[in-house]
């Protein structure tokens, strides 16, 4: 099939790059005229571990464009994944998705546009009217929902838990299924707004997980327990299972902070309170600025101090720093009058007031009064800490992920804390 995919980011390509790894053939539009011509070129202008080589095999069925007639041009799907970040009232702000959705040409053949960014529930029914008003009512809509994670989003996309399709006309939605066709998972259809809810519902139920091992963390801290122990014990009930009970220092990210808002909003727009995800968003926010508190048991104060953020991406094998908590931390650091010196792999603190970003560890560490352990890059796993230690001026570490060993930590000279785990 020939499919149009509206959006060159995180999720554009990577669904362009995987639909052509199918055997598809694929245009690509952004409105980003830079993005286009480095595609083109052959350079892909967002880390995500795989995307590259999948370009690369796919470049004959992949093509690159900013004009909408060309991407439309024989399309018989049309994929929506631009951005839907939060407006000030925390809804989503669909504006994006509307300049696709108005910009579509009228075309004398059957299309279907397909859903993927993350919209709240109803839009899909707007859309439609929409659509309508214009008499192009020949074009299909389906709401497809993306769950893959930044860092394994080629794999998710490959090989997803599941694949979800909400459309109006059953033929559309078979439509959509067969474009799967060699990715074997199983297929949930839905109707349309169950499945923007569905998208919606699966983050909350996450991030409710991090909120909640995140409170128990802290009561860890207040009561002796160790978290990791805990989560371990609890992880192994099958009702409960591992997955998402790692303690530390809140969620980012370019999805769950707005999803999690639009949801809140979604819900109140329509008259309801929704307690457990205000909840959920509070015990994050509050976690981010928790590591404030250990530094200043740590330091007396802050004031004149100069602290290493180690990383700075929202997560590892990502450059995304979209509310990342190491920009928390580094606002509230430097408002009460530290320093902050930053490293990161990959992500990059350009116009950061007050921030210096180093190349390496060692230099993020050497002189400064404290570390902490932001985001859990691998390289950190395999750093040499034992001959960074002497370097430091008070050697405090605060470890926000529980990446590192405490007693190895402490058995090297470091003043190591942790997030729901014994203090030293
Ligand atoms: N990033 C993720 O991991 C992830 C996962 C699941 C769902 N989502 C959802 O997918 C959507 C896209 O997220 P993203 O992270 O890829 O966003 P992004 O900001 O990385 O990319 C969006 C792209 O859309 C482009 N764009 C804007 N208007 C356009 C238009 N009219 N035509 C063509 N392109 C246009 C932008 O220039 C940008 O390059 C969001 O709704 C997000 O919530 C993201």
New binding site residues.
Partial sequence: MKIAV???????LVTGACFADLGHDVVV????PD?IESLRRGEVP?YEPGLDELLQRGRERLTFTTEVAQAIDGADIVYV????PPTYSGDADLS?VW??ID?LPRVDRRIVVVM????PVGTGEKVRHRLDERRMTDVGYVSN??????GT?VRDFLHPDRIVIGAFEDADGELVERLHAGIDAPVVRADVASAEMIKLAANAALMTRISFINEIANVCEATGADVVKVAEGIGLDRRIGPSFLRAGIGFG???FP??SLALKQLAANSGYHFQLLNAVIEVNELQKRRVIGKLTERLDRLRGTTVALLGLAFKPDTD?TRESPALVLAGRLIAEGASVRLWDPVATADGLPGVTQVKSVSEALAGADAAVLVTEWPELREADWAAMCSTMRRPVFIDGRNMLDPAEMRRLGYVYDAIGRAAS
């Avoid at 539009?29 to 980003?32: A, C, E, G, K, V």
């Avoid at 994944?81 to 839907?84: I, L, P, S, Y």
């Avoid at 993927?116 to 919209?119: A, F, H, I, N, Y």
Wanted: aromatic share 8%.
């Fill in positions: 509206f959006g060159a980011g995180y999720v554009g539009r952004d409105i980003l993005r967002i994944a631009v951005g839907t994006a300049m696709v910009e993927k960014s993350t919209v929902p993306e769950f893959t994670a930044e989003a990210g370019s999805c707005k999803d995304d």
